[in-house]
């Protein structure tokens, strides 16, 4: 079993940034996808970034060249950063991991808002 826990959450202004970062307890041997999600009310969750386990990296187009995702393999932590942040990038931000196409975990959530 699989616990997911994001931290870096919180509120700024546009054009700022933030940092999430998600940890998981239990060690990940191998996995298809981590990678982050969000939802905003009355949106779908939508894919923000995901990275493979071989390091490939794949991103929303709303996102390109201002949100960077990475992984520190030591601390078994996946981070969000994000810069130049805009009032739509306002959501609840979910961690993922994918283990296989059947097993998949993901966080309880953390709320980002940025203001105009």
């Known amino acids: 079993q699989v616990q997911l826990v994001e931290s870096g959450g919180g509120l700024v202004q546009a054009g700022g940034s933030l940092r999430l970062s998600c940890a998981a307890s239990?060690?990940?041997?191998?996995?298809?996808?981590m990678g982050w999600y969000r939802q905003s009310p009355a949106k779908q969750r939508e894919l923000v970034a995901t990275?493979?386990?071989?390091?490939?990296?794949n991103y929303a187009d709303s996102v390109k060249g201002r949100f960077t995702i990475s992984r520190d393999i030591a601390k078994n932590t996946v981070y969000l950063q994000m810069n130049s942040l805009k009032p739509e990038d306002t959501a609840v931000y979910y961690c993922?991991?994918?283990?296989?196409?059947?097993?998949?975990?993901w966080g309880q959530g953390t709320q980002v808002t940025v203001s105009s």
């Open positions: 990275l493979t386990s071989r390091g490939s990296t």
């Open positions: 239990g060690s990940i041997f191998s996995f298809n996808t």
């Open positions: 993922n991991v994918e283990i296989t196409k059947r097993i998949s975990y």
